[in-house]
């Protein structure tokens, strides 16, 4: 899974992948590799059921996040409303996590091993094409740097000298824990972690991926929460403004 600065702010604000799974053209797999007609029909029912669930998620969530982004350029917004609403959204995700888990392992039990594996090499192939599709995208684009972007905005818009050096040392901090963050959520794929292609992959360890992410969403939710604290005290009305549209552009 190959992580763009922009799919870890989708990861940040609740997109990107789903959790547990992290198998890509799963449908596709159990449509083509299930031999047994019964049970493809079965497995298919379940996936559709558990997609329905997905696209009510995401269905709330972006009205969520609409409302965020409103609520980004009020300077008067605290602090507490981000960790309030961030924990509501943690929890959602939640919830989602849990009807990801069952219908993992539903999948686990109900296929065959040679199914199996079957469905994880075009998960594997689906995978590489995508770290090679994203590798040509940076070679000829040279991989916008959101950080960089927010930089020039912030030393464009902030004239006194004080006040930019704070934003700009705020935006560092949160840049270094987005890069602490970087590499171990780029390492959950089909193609470097021996425990998503694990057939026999056991409850308890599906839910210490999904605990790990979920601390990563939480370091990186705080540290925006932060971010934007610092920003609303070293920048004017118009200074704020101008900053947070910026980096309401980040969350898709």
Do not use: P
Request: hydrophobic share 35%; net charge neutral; proline share 0%.
């Amino acid at each position: 899974m190959i992580v763009g600065i922009a799919t870890l702010f989708a990861m940040l604000f609740g997109g990107g992948s789903l959790d547990y799974y992290y198998i890509d053209k799963i449908e596709e797999g159990v449509k083509k590799e299930i031999v047994d007609k019964d049970r493809k029909k079965e497995l298919q029912a379940e996936l559709k059921a558990y997609t329905k669930v997905v696209k009510e998620f995401y269905k709330v969530r972006n009205k969520d996040f609409k409302v965020l982004k409103t609520k980004n350029l009020e300077r008067g917004i605290n602090e507490d409303y981000y960790l309030d609403f961030f924990d509501k959204r943690m929890q959602e995700r939640i919830k989602l996590q849990e009807t990801t888990l069952e219908s993992r392992l539903s999948l686990q039990e109900k296929i065959t091993d040679d199914e199996w594996d079957a469905i994880m090499k075009k998960a594997s192939s689906a995978e590489t094409k995508e770290e090679e599709k994203a590798q040509r995208k940076k070679t000829k684009k040279d991989d916008k740097n959101a950080f960089r972007e927010q930089e020039t905005v912030i030393v464009q818009n902030v004239a006194d000298q004080d006040r930019r050096a704070n934003l700009l040392k705020g935006l560092a901090v949160y840049e270094a824990t987005y890069n602490q963050i970087h590499e171990s959520y780029e390492s959950i794929n089909v193609n470097e972690s021996e425990a998503l292609i694990d057939k026999n992959l056991s409850r308890e360890k599906i839910l210490a991926i999904g605990e790990q992410l979920n601390e990563q969403r939480i370091t990186l939710y705080k540290g925006f929460s932060v971010f934007v604290i610092t920003t609303k005290a070293n920048s004017t009305e118009e200074d704020y403004k101008a900053i947070m549209k910026a980096f309401n552009k980040l969350i898709k």
